[in-house]
Structures are given as C-alpha cells and as structure tokens.
C-alpha cells in the first residue's frame, strides 16, 4: 500500500479491510463486502465495541486489480507491524493488510474529555501493514523515552505502539489560558518507551 490523501492498493488474488465508504475508485475485478461483526473480528469484538462506542465499520476488500481509498483528503501514513500492538483512536483507522486482528481495550484513565476520546481504544495486533488518517496534515511521530514523558491533547492523538502506559492528567491549555478560563484541562500522559503518533489538528 501507498498513499499521500489517495492511498492505493494493488491486490493479486489477495484479500484486505478497509474502512466502509473509503473506496473512491478501482480497477479490474474486485469484490466488496462487509466485514461481519466487530470488523471482522468475532461476535466478543462487535459486543465490545458497542457497549463501549468505540466503532470501527470495516469491509473486506477481495480480488486481482487496484484500489483507490480516501476519507475527506485526509493525509495517509503507513505503519508496518512485526508481532506488534498499535493503540488507534478508530476514526484514525483507514485500512489493515497481513495477519492483523482489532479489538477494544479499555485505558485505564482517569477523567474524561468532553469528546470522550481516550478511554477506550482500539488495539490492532499481529503482523502487516496499517494505513492510518490524519487531518491537518502528515501524522507526526513523538519518541517517548522513561526521561522524557510526553503530553498531549487528546484531540490531536491518533495512535501509540511500545511499553507505555497512558494517563489522563489536569494541564494548563493554551486555549483556556488565552481566554481567562480557569486553566484547566484533561491531556494525555504517556510514560515509557515507545512512539506517539499525532496529528497536526484537533478533531
């Protein structure tokens, strides 16, 4: 797969999940079809996914040709996985390739966000390849080290892979200290070793 806002994808005889809706074009002969429950995953995936509203419409894309995707002209980043875990917010998602399985794991935070964003997660695990969405721009990946935490604003987080952990904690925004506001406002901590993925604009 690749892709700057169109990603492209040439299948020979194989199979892959895309977003729903995220088809803008192909060539020769392929299929398309829903992926079932829980994106494919199982009938525990689609139950988790509802009672925690962290949804993910997936279809199985299947056949010999070249597949054109795009949602909104977002920017389109390709992340490879070996034996890995990628942490996604699902509307961050745009395609899956190879022996990949998603799920939704919950956080563990503390507080919450007025968008809810964060306290659930969905975890893509296994091998292969990932597209993923971003608004604003390119995604920025943020090195995340045991001596240098990283915090972040919820709205512009798209994704994390590596041993961390993540937190909500109270932070003094930009916005609020501009507009006299009281200051205070949920962001997202990351501790340990591993990459943070953003987005140059808030959802």
Known sequence: MQGHRILVADLAGDSMRAIT??????EGK??????????????????????????IALMDVTGSGTVYFAVDAQDITIVEL???????????????????????????????????????????????TIALLSAGGPIIALEVSPQYPLVA??????????????????????RSALSGGSGEAFSLRFDGQGVVY???EER
């Open 153 to 174: 604003d919820p709205d512009a987080f798209v994704a994390f892979r590596g041993q961390l952990t993540q937190s909500f904690v109270t932070d003094v925004s930009w």
């Open 82 to 128: 070996n034996n890995d875990v990628l942490h996604v917010e699902a509307s961050q998602l745009l395609a899956l390739v190879g022996d990949l399985r998603t799920d939704v794991k919950f956080s563990g935070l503390r507080g919450a966000t007025s968008g809810g964003q964060g306290l659930f997660t969905t975890t893509v695990t296994g091998s292969g």
């Open 198 to 200: 953003i987005q140059p």
């Open 21 to 26: 809706g995220s088809m803008v074009a192909y």
């Open 30 to 55: 392929v299929t398309f079809k829903n992926a079932g429950m829980g994106g494919g995953d199982g009938f525990k995936a689609a139950l988790k996914r509802k009672v925690t509203g962290e949804s």
